[in-house]
């Protein structure tokens, strides 16, 4: 988006994005399959939910304050991932979107989505990690998917 950090329409993607990964995780711990995995995990959701938005803000407007390492934090429980969990997790991720963002923005996070799930899968189920973590990439703090 062509527009400043403190701009109305940014102002208002931030607060759409933030209602989509409320809402998101709203459904994610009602999952029979993918809740489990995260109530072992996440035990503060806002803290949670304010980190992963502002994950997406880095990603879909190069703004936020993301620092975290979602190869490495996915491949610390790799043993408790499946591709069928991914699958799942997109569709919900789909639901979400489309509450807040018109069909052509939504269109565009999924595809960032499909992106980024794409690589952590690849890392988490392809067996390259040996690859990355040998070469130490599996530990940067940046710029992984
Ligand atoms: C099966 C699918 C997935 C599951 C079950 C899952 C689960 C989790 C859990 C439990 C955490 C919290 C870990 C912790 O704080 O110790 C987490 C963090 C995170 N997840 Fe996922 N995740 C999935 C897919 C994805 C995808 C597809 C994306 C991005 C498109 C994503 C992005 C992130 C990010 C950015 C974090 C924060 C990492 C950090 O601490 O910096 N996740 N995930």
New binding site residues.
């Given amino acids: 988006m062509m527009t400043g950090p403190d701009s109305e329409k940014t102002k208002d993607y931030t607060r759409r994005l933030k209602a989509a990964v409320s809402a998101f995780y709203g459904e994610v711990r009602k999952d029979d399959m ?1 809740g489990p ?2 109530a ?3 035990h503060d959701w806002d803290s ?1 939910i304010e ?2 938005t502002n ?1 997406w803000l880095c990603v879909l407007l190069a703004s936020g304050e ?1 620092k ?3 190869v490495a ?2 491949y ?2 790799r043993d ?3 591709p069928q ?2 699958g ?3 569709a919900l991720w789909k639901e979400s979107l489309v509450q807040f963002f018109d069909p052509d923005e939504a269109r565009h996070i999924l595809y960032k ?1 499909t992106r ?2 794409g690589s ?1 899968q690849t890392v988490l189920f392809d067996g390259v990690q040996r690859f990355l973590s040998g070469n130490g990439l599996l530990h940067s703090r940046r710029d992984e ?1």
Avoid: N
Wanted: proline share 3%; net charge positive; glycine share 4%.
């Fill in positions: 993918l995995v995260f072992a995990r996440v949670h980190k992963i994950f993301y975290g390492s979602p934090t996915h610390a429980f408790h991932l499946s969990m991914f799942r997790w997109e989505t980024i799930s952590l998917v």
